[in-house]
């Protein structure tokens, strides 16, 4: 009896493209479905909403892209909320160039992505003391640009957020990752089991001709 184990989830997709094409397109709608608990994860892990950001200087005082809970769009598409959580499959041209993930998770709102990243890329010393370039500020009278000179200003928001949350950027997406862990290796058990049962099936009728 024909039979085969696939414990990598890309070789499964490589295989059921060989098969059949239907199984491919059934398999990319649920390999999102392991991402569901890190979503869900996520979600939950935010708290602060617009009214109570993070820190109490984030409180959406100017339109800007990366204002906390922004939703002004001049140009373009708006931002998406403070809780969206985007599942995206990785596109298989980027694995080819080296990714290895199949599947993501991607923060939507610019706000939400500073608030949980700032200051992992480590912070330059060399900026310090120049201006900035011009960006959108909400003034009294109305929207209107504004630039700024650079003086420690990041550094202590970074600082501020460290102490609030009592760790290092990622502040949201890893913690609610590494709680998820077990219900997504479980999904993740679940996909492949099914997609075995699917391919030792598809052999059988294929050696039984």
Do not use: C
């Not at 608030?115 to 929207?143: F, H, L, N, Q």
């Not at 102490?163 to 998820?180: C, L, N, Q, T, Y």
């Not at 290796?185 to 099936?201: H, S």
Request: hydrophobic share 35%.
């Amino acid at each position: 009896m024909a039979q085969v184990e696939v414990t990598d989830i890309r070789r499964a997709e490589r295989m059921l493209r060989d098969l059949d094409q239907q199984y491919i397109k059934e398999f990319r709608k649920d390999v999102k479905s392991i991402a569901k608990p890190i979503q869900n994860s996520i979600k939950t892990g935010i708290t602060n909403t617009k009214l109570n950001p993070p820190l109490s200087g984030m409180k959406q005082v100017h339109f800007g892209r990366v204002a906390w809970g922004t939703d002004y769009a001049p140009s373009g598409p708006r931002p998406k909320p403070i809780k969206s959580a985007l599942i995206q499959r990785v596109p298989e041209r980027a694995r080819r160039r080296g990714t290895t993930s199949i599947v993501r998770v991607v923060l939507g709102s610019p706000g939400t992505v500073l608030a949980d990243m700032a200051g992992s890329g480590g912070m330059r010393k060399s900026i310090e003391g120049r201006v900035t370039r011009s960006y959108d500020y909400m003034y009294r009278s109305g929207p209107g640009k504004r630039s700024h000179r650079v003086n420690g200003q990041g550094h202590a928001f970074v600082r501020n957020l460290n102490s609030e949350f009592g760790r290092d950027a990622s502040r949201f997406v890893w913690p609610a990752a590494d709680k998820a862990a077990p219900k997504t290796v479980k999904e993740l058990d679940r996909v492949i089991d099914k997609y075995n049962t699917v391919l030792n099936v598809k052999l059988r009728i294929m050696n039984a001709r």
